[in-house]
């Protein structure tokens, strides 16, 4: 607790900091929503940002899954740091726990190339004659050109970060199992 007035108490959280969900850790299972949602967020970007037709109706979803999978990263990093205070501190904890960091920059990074592909949608159908340029969608090419760019980039990096710390919290979680059973 935190005093912020003399004589009322006001409570302070950690940041989206979950312990259990249904009596089991929460981490495992806020974690395969992200492994889900942004991977797919990442590609459903690419499509949208590559070809301006499908941005109408798929480039809001997109968004959508965007928030929700850097909601869900947040969580993910909140509740994998509930479980680090209840496991054993071993290096292949330590190293999951630091590559769990490099996710939120990528999903932010998916976030704000989706929240750009439909702006540039919305600007291209409000205008009176289509782009600047003649682009029969709307969109100049070269801000489609960049578009896509950004996205194969942040798409990329969010996909391979996301499969990167995967592996590494698989193998902290059962590296000692798997040793235990070639013991026995």
């Not at 969580?75 to 999951?96: F, I, P, R």
């Not at 976030?111 to 004659?129: I, M, T, Y």
């Amino acid at each position: 607790m935190s005093w912020i007035c003399p004589g009322r108490p006001v409570r302070t959280f950690a940041a989206m900091e979950i312990d259990s969900l249904f009596g089991l850790p929460a981490h495992p299972l806020v974690v395969h929503a992200v492994v889900v949602l942004l991977p797919l967020a990442a590609v459903g970007l690419v499509v949208t940002a590559a070809l301006p037709r499908s941005r109408r109706f798929y480039a809001p979803l997109v968004f959508a899954a965007a928030v929700a999978s850097t909601v869900g990263v947040g969580m993910a990093q909140g509740s994998g740091q509930a479980l680090e205070e209840q496991v054993d501190e071993t290096h292949l904890v330590h190293e999951h726990t630091e590559q769990g960091e490099k996710v939120l920059p990528w999903a932010i990074a998916v976030l704000v190339v989706s929240g750009a592909v439909v702006g540039a949608d919305l600007v291209a159908r409000r205008s009176p004659n289509g782009s600047p340029n003649g682009s029969p969608n709307g969109v100049p090419k070269a801000l489609t050109a960049s578009l896509v760019a950004a996205a194969l980039i942040a798409g990329a990096g969010a996909t391979w970060t996301v499969i990167d710390v995967g592996h590494s919290g698989a193998k902290a979680t059962w590296n000692d199992v798997s040793s235990e059973s070639a013991g026995e």
